[in-house]
């Protein structure tokens, strides 16, 4: 961000306070406008009904951009992430599936998680390849192995715990969307209050600076994508829960592009350094709010992906046009 | 034969070409392997088989090599390619059955898509990364809609020729990715377009300073994968017989791993069409020999993934570099974390502390750079170090702050001997050197900066202590009357506040010894009295300050003594309530030294280029300079003054704010480098390794660059035509090794600034711009540099050199022209003293002084 430049005027400082207002919350006015534009061409979408759909579906969808924004902050990529879900969920299906209890076979797929989120990090931090291909390679070898797991066929889950967190409510609140809101939480007090995240933060924003400074800079990155990985096992199991269907197409590259979405519309930057919570949260918001009111208002499912491509590209072109006027005032 | 050999030598250094023999030995090798192993894989059946299958990924693999090249990448093949069938099966339904209009649909909406992504990336400047995630979703999400999520069967012959027929056994699609393989290769290596796109990849810098159109290069390569995706549409709907929305899922993947396997570099400026399709072959011969050995098809993907990393490790030589050297650093780290401690205030700088430094001497080879060099530096005093550039200091400081070992003498800290094993020895010992690059992050806050490393927790694994880090942060902050506060983001705060939080971090890291390298270089005035005010502050506690500058008012206000260094030794140390101004700078310069540099007579023509009262806005003020043919001009300042920008002003690198440029006669305030360049104007830029050179490209192609573009067919490089001039100017201008295809960045300084050199020679200019060229040159070099000068003039041209080198300049031109502050302030013919040409450089320190001027009130610019 550019410091003001010395403006003559009371106007000039207004229209500053405005710019900086709008940049700060981007993903929040973007919803805004997005539920007004939608209100209006049709009220049906802002029905209460509607409106708990948008929340529950955004659930898994804010889980996995989480993982994504941790991994983005830290000046990484992690393309394995979306088939790395479809592996989580099919280790936690199977394991139902073959009699163990719920506990263990939970605890299975966070393993899986975090030991796809271990082979990257060690890829990208000891060996030092670039994310991009890393995480390109290990997705393909994710590919095999969902592919692998699901040659035991479609696991139709009838465990009454996960039944009751994919449709259940707590005082109203649909489980689904209190995990999320808990992991939600988790990642925000990782983020302030401990070095590890200062350290995440830090090395998306000068790697070669972290490095000077003594951090483990290596141990760090591993540990990066490794919480990255136990987040995805989790958006796994929340997806899981929801359709309590266990199939190789529960996740792929569209979920993951979903993720992607929502934490860059939330203001992660690719570069690194910076993304938060709250605005991956509003982001997967409202990537939800798009395919779930579409559906409402009945626009056909296939149109739904192309719109949702219409505002990731809108998004990334506001976000360019804002970069090369900031330059220019510069 | 011995031509051969170091041909041979110079291919198997080289990683691209390391990559292809590595790539045709594997693919021998796992084609015996499987033939042995499992019959029926060697039949021609099989082969024909493989060949079909990554026939559409080596075809669109080609041009992500070149995307990659340029430094980008396409995510949206697959989906581009699923709307192109579409869009093709809905033209022929539409045309009522034309082949014709549905073909063009196709190669129309691929290449539709491709030129999107190239808006976007190129004009827009998106990142490549994001904006073709968007527009995979976008052809996706269209190809769905339009289609109605069906496939679509198409039945004209014509649309499934390519996909179905074969030619005397061989189906048609192998047939023109073989063509796609030989375009490519031809592209890249024979056209001036292939040239073009390696080095706008490999220095985008660098491209655009040699007047290369950067933006429509790039955005040509993400056309050509448009073109490509559209053939291989049609290939795809010939082999299904229908379009389909859900046609080319992970395309995109699998062709980035074919370019990858082949050695493409995602940093740009390295790839082949060539190693690309045996990187696409290899994939393709490893799925199906694991298939006939019966692996499961699950399995084959884990090993592609495998195989890419492999891959990676072994053609990226940086890769396994880094390897190592992190395996070393973790050795490393465990035992430098336990010995790092942080005091939570800044007490320990009141004791009072000596550094004395005897006698040391550093060489680097055979060059020495220090010699004898004696001086103390004690607690609460200032110090000046003052020298020419290439005098010595910074490695004085590097020395002292531990990065280099002393090759004699050594460090005394109060009477004891100091080793210094690295610069954490050195911080250990009190001795900090601020250079805020290194060590602070833009995206924390000052104390999350200050605390790096060493955050402070409630117990050994609770959380930060936020507030507490804040307050002590606040404290220092407060002490030293900061004006700016613990919880500001460190790239909220300007240059000169960054500077003095780094200030801040070294006093609470116990440092008694400050070093300042030209602190005030980036500053603004204001900013400028403020690092004034704290240095003061920082006296009043006792703290040493060895402060580098040359700008003579600061170093009379601030410091005590100055330290002169010249040629690597000491030769004054000097008390400056004694001494003057004109004193230190006799002391700096030395006796004249008699000039080694031969000088030609001028013969002084008409004025080619006439510079008026030009101003740029920021740096560059008022600079007036003219120019004639067959003379040689200097243009002398200090770092700073704004020499760099005079001349890429005149270039057309530069705004011209205000002021008039005229070259060759006509107004060139606002014109291109290019234009200027096709009119006679050469221009080579100080860096030569930002702007100057394309490392990864031979020496022929880095010296054949400008000259190309007049001389070749249609874009097709004659190698006959370009050898005999790469030979003719490296010849000329002496540059070792000979060999033309050797990668211009295993060559030393000097011969790597004669290529860019020979670059703009070869082009015949009457206008001749060098900013520092012999810098970083070694002696010989530099002779035959001012050899080529002198023979520019005789040929005609006006020369204008900048040099930090004033025996240089005044040796070898024929006068000389001093910038001071970004303004051109005096003239000397040939014949002047070094004494009084530095003398005009620096200015008097009497006159100028700290307070404000409406100028540099109107320059303020806070960053």
Same mark, same amino acid.
């Given at each position: 961000?550019?410091?003001?430049?010395?403006?003559?005027?009371?106007?000039?400082?207004?229209?500053?306070?405005?710019?900086?207002?709008?940049?700060?919350?981007?993903?929040?006015?973007?919803?805004?406008?997005?539920?007004?534009?939608?209100?209006?061409?049709?009220?049906?979408?802002?029905?209460?009904?509607?409106?708990?759909?948008?929340?529950?579906?955004?659930?898994?969808?804010?889980?996995?951009?989480?993982?994504?924004?941790?991994?983005?902050?830290?000046?990484?990529?992690?393309?394995?992430?979306?088939?790395?879900?479809?592996?989580?969920?099919?280790?936690?299906?199977?394991?139902?599936? @073959?009699?163990?209890?719920?506990?263990?076979?939970?605890?299975?797929? @966070?393993? &899986?998680?975090?030991?796809?989120?271990?082979?990257?990090?060690?890829?990208?931090?000891?060996?030092?390849?670039?994310?991009?291909?890393?995480?390109?390679?290990?997705?393909?070898?994710?590919?095999?192995?969902?592919?692998?797991?699901?040659?035991?066929?479609?696991?139709?889950?009838?465990?009454?715990?996960?039944?009751?967190?994919?449709?259940?409510?707590?005082?109203?609140?649909?489980?689904?969307?209190?995990?999320?809101?808990?992991?939600?939480? @988790?990642?925000?007090?990782?983020?302030?209050?401990?070095?590890?995240?200062?350290?995440?933060? &830090?090395? &998306?924003?000068?790697?070669?600076?972290?490095?000077?400074?003594?951090?483990?800079?290596?141990?760090?990155?591993?540990?990066?994508?490794?919480?990255? &990985?136990?987040?995805?096992?989790?958006?796994?199991?929340?997806?899981?829960?929801?359709?309590?269907?266990?199939?190789?197409?529960?996740?792929?590259?569209?979920?993951?592009?979903?993720?992607?979405?929502?934490?860059?519309?939330?203001?992660?930057?690719?570069?690194?350094?910076?993304?938060?919570?709250?605005?991956?949260?509003?982001?997967?918001?409202?990537?939800?709010?798009?395919?779930?009111?579409?559906?409402?208002?009945?626009?056909?499912?296939?149109?739904?992906?192309?719109?949702?491509?219409?505002?990731?590209?809108?998004?990334?072109?506001?976000?360019?046009?804002?970069?090369?006027?900031?330059?220019?005032?510069? | 034969?011995?031509?051969?050999?170091?041909?041979?030598?110079?291919? %198997?250094?080289?990683?691209?070409?390391?990559?292809?023999?590595?790539?045709?030995?594997?693919?021998?090798?796992?084609?015996?392997?499987?033939?042995?192993?499992?019959?029926?894989?060697?039949?021609?059946?099989?082969?024909?088989?493989?060949?079909?299958?990554?026939?559409?990924?080596?075809?669109?693999?080609?041009?992500?090599?070149?995307?990659?090249?340029?430094?980008?990448?396409?995510?949206?093949? #697959?989906?581009?390619?699923?709307?192109?069938?579409?869009?093709?099966?809905?033209?022929?339904?539409?045309?009522?059955?034309?082949?014709?209009?549905?073909?063009?649909?196709?190669?129309?909406?691929?290449?539709?898509?491709?030129?999107?992504?190239?808006?976007?990336?190129?004009?827009? =400047?998106?990142?490549?990364?994001? /904006?073709?995630?968007?527009?995979? %979703?976008?052809?996706?999400?269209?190809?769905?809609?339009?289609?109605? #999520?069906?496939?679509?069967?198409?039945?004209?012959?014509?649309?499934?020729?390519?996909?179905?027929?074969?030619?005397?056994?061989?189906?048609?699609?192998?047939?023109?990715?073989?063509?796609?393989?030989?375009?490519?290769?031809?592209? !890249?290596?024979?056209?001036?377009?292939?040239?073009?796109?390696?080095?706008?990849?490999?220095?985008?810098?660098?491209?655009?300073?040699?007047?290369?159109?950067?933006?429509?290069?790039?955005?040509?390569?993400?056309?050509?994968?448009?073109?490509?995706?559209?053939?291989?549409?049609?290939?795809?709907?010939?082999?299904?017989?229908?379009?389909?929305?859900?046609?080319?899922?992970?395309?995109?993947?699998? /062709?980035? +791993?074919?370019?990858?396997?082949?050695?493409?570099?995602?940093?740009?400026?390295?790839?082949?069409?060539?190693?690309?399709?045996?990187?696409?072959?290899?994939?393709?011969?490893?799925?199906?020999?694991?298939?006939?050995?019966?692996?499961?098809?699950?399995?084959?993907?884990?090993?592609?993934?495998?195989?890419?990393?492999?891959?990676?490790?072994?053609?990226?030589?940086?890769?396994? /570099?880094?390897?190592?050297?992190?395996?070393?650093?973790?050795?490393?780290?465990?035992?430098?974390?336990?010995? $790092?401690?942080?005091? /939570?205030?800044?007490?320990?700088?009141?004791?009072?502390?000596?550094?004395?430094?005897?006698?040391?001497?550093?060489?680097?080879?055979?060059? $020495?750079?220090?010699?004898?060099?004696?001086?103390?530096?004690?607690?609460?005093?200032?110090?000046?170090?003052?020298?020419?550039?290439?005098?010595?200091?910074?490695?004085?400081?590097?020395?002292?702050?531990?990065? =280099?070992?002393?090759?004699?003498?050594?460090?005394?800290?109060?009477?004891?001997?100091?080793?210094?094993?690295?610069?954490?020895?050195?911080?250990?010992?009190?001795?900090?050197?601020?250079?805020?690059?290194?060590?602070?992050?833009?995206?924390?806050?000052?104390?999350?900066? !200050?605390?790096?490393?060493?955050?402070?927790?409630?117990?050994?694994?609770?959380?930060? $202590?936020?507030?507490?880090?804040?307050?002590?942060?606040?404290?220092?902050?407060?002490?030293?009357?900061?004006?700016?506060?613990?919880?500001?983001?460190?790239?909220?705060?300007?240059?000169?506040?960054?500077?003095?939080?780094?200030?801040?971090?070294?006093?609470?890291?116990? %440092?008694? !010894?400050?070093?300042?390298?030209?602190?005030?270089?980036?500053?603004?005035?204001?900013?400028?009295?403020?690092?004034?005010?704290?240095?003061?502050?920082? +006296?009043?506690?006792?703290?040493?300050? !060895?402060?580098?500058?040359?700008?003579?008012?600061?170093?009379?206000?601030?410091?005590? $003594?100055? *330290?002169?260094?010249?040629?690597?030794?000491? *030769?004054?140390?000097?008390?400056?309530?004694?001494?003057?101004?004109?004193?230190?700078?006799?002391?700096?310069?030395?006796?004249?030294?008699?000039?080694?540099?031969?000088?030609?007579?001028?013969?002084?023509?008409?004025?080619? *280029?006439?510079?008026?009262?030009?101003?740029?806005?920021?740096?560059?003020?008022?600079?007036?300079?003219?120019?004639?043919?067959?003379?040689?001009?200097?243009?002398?300042?200090?770092?700073?003054?704004?020499?760099?920008?005079?001349?890429?002003?005149?270039?057309?690198?530069?705004?011209?704010?205000?002021?008039?440029?005229?070259?060759?006669?006509?107004?060139?305030?606002?014109?291109?480098?290019?234009?200027?360049?096709?009119?006679?104007?050469?221009?080579?830029?100080?860096?030569?390794?930002?702007?100057?050179?394309?490392?990864?490209?031979?020496?022929?192609?880095?010296?054949?660059?400008?000259?190309?573009?007049?001389?070749?067919?249609?874009?097709?490089?004659?190698?006959?035509?370009?050898?005999?001039?790469?030979?003719?100017?490296?010849?000329?201008?002496?540059?070792?090794?000979?060999?033309?295809?050797?990668?211009?960045?295993?060559?030393?300084?000097?011969?790597?600034?004669?290529?860019?050199?020979?670059?703009?020679?070869?082009?015949?200019?009457?206008?001749?711009?060098?900013?520092?060229?012999?810098?970083?040159?070694?002696?010989? %070099?530099?002779?035959?540099?001012?050899?080529?000068?002198?023979?520019?003039?005789?040929?005609?041209?006006?020369?204008?050199? +900048?040099?930090?080198?004033?025996?240089?300049?005044?040796? *070898?031109?024929?006068?000389?022209?001093?910038?001071?502050?970004?303004?051109?302030?005096?003239?000397?013919?040939?014949?002047?003293?070094?004494?009084?040409?530095?003398?005009?450089?620096?200015?008097?320190?009497?006159?100028?002084?700290?307070?404000?001027? +409406?100028?540099?009130?109107?320059?303020?610019?806070?960053?």
């Amino acid at each position: 961000m550019s410091m003001p430049v010395v403006a003559s005027g009371d106007t000039a400082a207004w229209a500053d306070k405005v710019r900086r207002f709008v940049v700060r919350f981007t993903p929040e006015l973007l919803l805004l406008l997005m539920v007004i534009v939608l209100a209006i061409a049709n009220p049906a979408t802002v029905r209460l009904q509607n409106l708990s759909d948008i929340i529950i579906n955004a659930a898994p969808i804010a889980v996995l951009a989480l993982a994504a924004m941790w991994v983005l902050v830290s000046g990484g990529l992690d393309l394995s992430a979306g088939y790395g879900v479809a592996m989580c969920a099919l280790l936690v299906g199977g394991a139902i599936e @073959v009699g163990q209890p719920l506990p263990v076979a939970l605890l299975l797929g @966070v393993a &899986g998680g975090a030991a796809l989120g271990l082979v990257n990090g060690l890829l990208v931090g000891l060996v030092g390849m670039p994310p991009f291909i890393a995480t390109l390679a290990t997705m393909a070898a994710v590919q095999g192995i969902v592919l692998l797991l699901g040659g035991q066929g479609t696991v139709i889950i009838s465990d009454p715990v996960i039944a009751t967190i994919g449709s259940g409510r707590l005082f109203g609140v649909p489980w689904l969307v209190i995990i999320a809101l808990l992991a939600a939480g @988790v990642v925000y007090l990782i983020a302030q209050f401990t070095s590890f995240g200062v350290h995440t933060y &830090g090395l &998306g924003s000068n790697r070669t600076s972290m490095t000077a400074r003594g951090v483990p800079v290596i141990w760090r990155t591993v540990q990066v994508y490794v919480f990255s &990985g136990v987040l995805v096992a989790i958006t796994a199991i929340l997806l899981v829960a929801k359709v309590q269907i266990v199939d190789t197409s529960i996740a792929s590259t569209t979920t993951l592009m979903d993720a992607f979405a929502a934490t860059i519309i939330g203001g992660t930057s690719l570069f690194g350094g910076r993304g938060t919570v709250r605005g991956t949260l509003v982001g997967a918001l409202l990537i939800s709010f798009i395919s779930t009111s579409l559906v409402v208002l009945g626009i056909s499912p296939n149109l739904i992906q192309f719109f949702k491509g219409l505002i990731i590209v809108a998004a990334v072109v506001i976000d360019a046009l804002i970069r090369l006027a900031e330059k220019k005032s510069a | 034969m011995k031509e051969l050999k170091s041909r041979a030598v110079s291919l %198997a250094r080289s990683d691209q070409s390391r990559t292809t023999l590595i790539l045709i030995g594997a693919i021998l090798c796992s084609g015996v392997f499987f033939g042995v192993g499992f019959p029926g894989f060697l039949s021609s059946y099989n082969f024909t088989n493989i060949a079909v299958q990554t026939a559409v990924i080596s075809l669109v693999a080609f041009p992500m090599t070149v995307v990659i090249i340029v430094r980008g990448v396409d995510l949206s093949v #697959g989906s581009s390619l699923a709307l192109a069938g579409v869009v093709g099966a809905m033209a022929f339904q539409a045309s009522g059955g034309s082949s014709f209009v549905s073909l063009a649909a196709i190669i129309l909406a691929a290449v539709a898509v491709g030129a999107f992504n190239g808006f976007l990336i190129s004009v827009l =400047h998106v990142n490549a990364f994001m /904006a073709t995630l968007g527009t995979m %979703a976008l052809a996706r999400g269209a190809a769905t809609a339009l289609s109605g #999520g069906n496939a679509t069967p198409v039945q004209s012959p014509a649309i499934l020729f390519l996909g179905r027929e074969s030619l005397g056994g061989i189906p048609w699609s192998v047939i023109v990715t073989v063509i796609a393989l030989i375009v490519f290769a031809l592209l !890249l290596q024979k056209t001036l377009l292939g040239r073009w796109l390696l080095a706008v990849g490999g220095n985008k810098d660098a491209a655009i300073a040699n007047a290369i159109p950067a933006r429509s290069v790039e955005f040509f390569a993400y056309v050509l994968i448009g073109l490509a995706v559209g053939i291989g549409a049609i290939i795809t709907i010939g082999r299904t017989g229908s379009a389909q929305p859900l046609a080319g899922q992970n395309l995109e993947f699998s /062709a980035i +791993t074919a370019s990858i396997i082949g050695a493409a570099s995602l940093a740009g400026g390295r790839g082949s069409a060539v190693s690309t399709f045996l990187g696409s072959v290899f994939v393709g011969l490893i799925s199906s020999g694991l298939s006939f050995a019966g692996v499961d098809q699950s399995m084959i993907y884990v090993y592609t993934g495998v195989l890419t990393v492999l891959a990676v490790v072994v053609s990226q030589k940086e890769v396994t /570099a880094d390897l190592r050297g992190n395996v070393l650093y973790l050795a490393n780290s465990a035992r430098a974390r336990a010995s $790092r401690r942080v005091r /939570a205030s800044m007490g320990g700088g009141n004791a009072a502390h000596t550094l004395e430094i005897a006698e040391i001497s550093k060489s680097f080879g055979a060059t $020495r750079v220090l010699k004898d060099v004696s001086f103390d530096v004690r607690s609460g005093e200032v110090v000046a170090l003052m020298g020419e550039n290439g005098a010595g200091k910074s490695t004085l400081v590097k020395v002292i702050a531990g990065n =280099h070992a002393p090759s004699g003498g050594k460090l005394l800290l109060d009477g004891r001997a100091l080793e210094l094993a690295g610069p954490e020895d050195a911080r250990k010992a009190g001795i900090a050197v601020i250079h805020q690059h290194f060590s602070l992050v833009p995206d924390l806050t000052v104390a999350q900066n !200050l605390f790096l490393g060493n955050e402070l927790r409630a117990g050994r694994f609770g959380p930060l $202590r936020r507030r507490l880090m804040v307050a002590e942060t606040q404290k220092s902050l407060d002490e030293l009357e900061m004006p700016f506060a613990a919880t500001d983001r460190l790239s909220d705060l300007s240059v000169g506040h960054r500077q003095m939080v780094e200030i801040v971090r070294a006093l609470r890291e116990d %440092a008694w !010894l400050v070093i300042m390298d030209e602190p005030t270089s980036a500053l603004s005035s204001r900013e400028r009295d403020r690092l004034y005010e704290l240095i003061e502050r920082l +006296t009043a506690r006792n703290t040493a300050i !060895l402060y580098i500058s040359h700008k003579m008012d600061e170093v009379f206000h601030l410091c005590s $003594r100055a *330290v002169v260094l010249r040629d690597g030794q000491l *030769v004054g140390d000097e008390n400056l309530d004694a001494v003057t101004s004109a004193g230190l700078v006799g002391l700096m310069v030395g006796k004249d030294v008699d000039s080694a540099f031969t000088h030609v007579p001028s013969n002084p023509g008409e004025v080619l *280029v006439r510079v008026s009262n030009v101003g740029d806005g920021s740096r560059l003020i008022d600079a007036s300079l003219e120019v004639r043919a067959g003379e040689s001009v200097g243009l002398v300042g200090l770092m700073g003054s704004g020499r760099s920008e005079l001349l890429r002003s005149i270039a057309g690198l530069n705004r011209v704010a205000h002021g008039t440029v005229e070259v060759l006669g006509a107004d060139a305030s606002h014109a291109s480098l290019h234009a200027l360049a096709k009119k006679g104007l050469a221009f080579v830029p100080e860096d030569r390794h930002s702007e100057g050179m394309f490392p990864q490209m031979s020496v022929a192609a880095n010296i054949s660059l400008l000259w190309l573009r007049g001389k070749t067919t249609c874009g097709w490089i004659k190698a006959t035509l370009e050898r005999p001039e790469v030979h003719k100017l490296m010849t000329r201008l002496g540059v070792r090794p000979s060999d033309p295809t050797v990668a211009i960045k295993n060559l030393s300084g000097g011969n790597q600034q004669k290529v860019v050199l020979g670059r703009w020679l070869a082009l015949d200019p009457k206008i001749i711009l060098l900013d520092d060229p012999t810098r970083g040159v070694d002696v010989g %070099a530099k002779s035959e540099i001012h050899a080529l000068i002198n023979e520019f003039k005789i040929q005609g041209a006006a020369v204008v050199v +900048t040099s930090s080198e004033l025996p240089e300049v005044l040796g *070898v031109t024929d006068r000389v022209v001093v910038m001071r502050e970004g303004s051109t302030v005096a003239e000397f013919a040939r014949g002047a003293s070094e004494h009084e040409v530095m003398a005009a450089a620096f200015g008097d320190h009497k006159r100028s002084s700290t307070a404000s001027s +409406t100028d540099d009130i109107q320059k303020e610019v806070v960053r």
